[in-house]
């Protein structure tokens, strides 16, 4: 996400509803954020996660079955 983005039509969403929506653990989020992996924006002593950047993220994540290691058995 660049740092120009237009977030007027952004919705975002606290660490608990991202943790929520992604079934972890808010220190979970709270790490993504720290290391970068997942973009937020800081209110005050609070996080936000702008939604698309969640959508993103999960989507960078699938992983592959077909390189041999998942379902082998």
Known sequence: MSTEANFSKARFLTVAEVAELMRVSKMTVYRLVHSGEMPAVRFGRSYRVPENAVEQYLK????????????TG
């Open 60 to 71: 960078g994540a699938v992983v592959d079955s077909s390189d041999g290691h998942a379902g």
